[in-house]
């Protein structure tokens, strides 16, 4: 049984065309058929171009957004719908690291405060009291536990994501979900957190949807790896497969983007033209078609089903294509 199974997951956001009159228009479809499983102790990365609904999809999935379609089973049991003192249990299990270290942490609370909020909400105390706790969980993540009486202005950006990650690990919950939690921090630093999401993973089998743009990134701590593009799921593999054998001609695009270490080594790059289409009004058939180098008359009339073309490696396209990565 997966830990987490997600089946056409849609978050649509309606739109008004008039203020005063309150005309309901078209929805603002920024997840839109999103399926996926998770398994304890594996990360999944979640990447595509900004506004192609990542983030949406993990707060969905950790139900901070209501889902507008779709299911979410966790541990077998569905929690699509789930409210009130159901809902609060579960977020004992749910977790999330916020991109933004500073808007993330509450200024007027001191962190010790903030990290014992999961405790107090949850109602749980730990042996030896909840500041002993925290002051531990401070020391594990590679803060001074003598700082919990200080406030977030007093830490760097860094430190204020250590935060955030002691918040989100302190019930040892079951699956985090990591939105851009590295976008914000000088590159340095994104290592150190890196290697501490991956400690704390093994130490306690957590799961991850780890959301980043930064495609080395997700390939050094995902297992697997979902590409998106305007709310849909472009194509699903592991990290090898997919960054060595794209099929789909956006990852292609892509991996292309990604720098090498070795600059004068020839290399095709694959530009995309245009802009990405408003989730408002979306392509007809395949959404990836209007900036697609190989679409044709029946890109627009169907749209593509996702298809397993070898063993866990899902794509959706008409025309799928082995693209060796050099």
């Known amino acids: 049984m997966s830990l987490l199974r997600v089946t056409d997951l849609k978050k649509h956001f309606p739109t008004y065309n008039q203020k005063l009159l309150r005309r309901p228009g078209a929805p603002v479809k920024a997840v839109d058929g999103l399926s996926l499983t998770l398994e304890a102790g594996e990360?999944?990365?979640l990447v595509g171009e900004s506004g192609c609904g990542k983030s949406t999809a993990g707060r969905t999935i950790l139900k901070l957004l209501e889902p507008t379609g779709g299911t979410i089973e966790f541990e077998g049991r569905?929690?699509?719908?789930a409210k009130g003192e159901e809902l609060r249990h579960l977020r004992r299990e749910l977790q999330m690291v916020f991109q933004d270290p500073y808007g993330s942490l509450n200024p007027r609370h001191p962190i010790g405060q903030i990290i014992a909020a999961p405790f107090e909400i949850q109602k749980v105390t730990p042996p030896g009291g909840i500041k002993k706790e925290v002051q531990a969980l401070m020391e594990r993540v590679g803060l001074n536990p003598e700082?919990?009486?200080r406030y977030p202005h007093e830490f760097s950006g860094g430190q204020r994501q250590?935060?955030?990650?002691a918040r989100a690990i302190a019930l040892k919950p079951k699956l985090v979900v990591c939105d851009e939690p590295v976008s914000a921090l000088d590159v340095s630093i994104q290592a150190q957190v890196i290697n501490l999401l991956e400690d704390i993973q093994n130490e306690q089998n957590l799961a991850y949807v780890f959301?980043?743009?930064d495609l080395s990134v997700v390939r050094h701590i995902s297992d697997r790896?979902?590409?998106m593009y305007l709310g849909k799921v472009m194509e699903v593999a592991d990290r090898n497969s997919l960054y060595e054998r794209p099929m789909h001609p956006y990852t292609q695009a892509l991996m292309s983007a990604v720098p090498v270490p070795e600059p004068r080594r020839d290399r095709e790059r694959i530009l995309l033209s245009g802009d990405l289409p408003s989730p408002q009004n979306p392509p007809s058939g395949c959404v990836f078609r209007t900036r697609c180098p190989i679409a044709t008359d029946r890109c627009a009339a169907e749209t593509p089903i996702p298809t397993e073309l070898?063993?866990?490696h899902i794509v959706a396209c008409h025309?799928?294509?082995v693209r060796e990565v050099v």
Do not use: Q
């Open 310 to 312: 070898e063993p866990g």
């Open 78 to 81: 569905d929690v699509t719908h």
């Open 319 to 321: 025309y799928p294509k």
């Open 225 to 227: 790896v979902m590409v």
């Open 211 to 213: 959301i980043a743009h």
């Open 43 to 45: 990360t999944l990365g």
């Open 147 to 149: 700082h919990y009486n």
């Open 162 to 165: 250590r935060i955030g990650v």
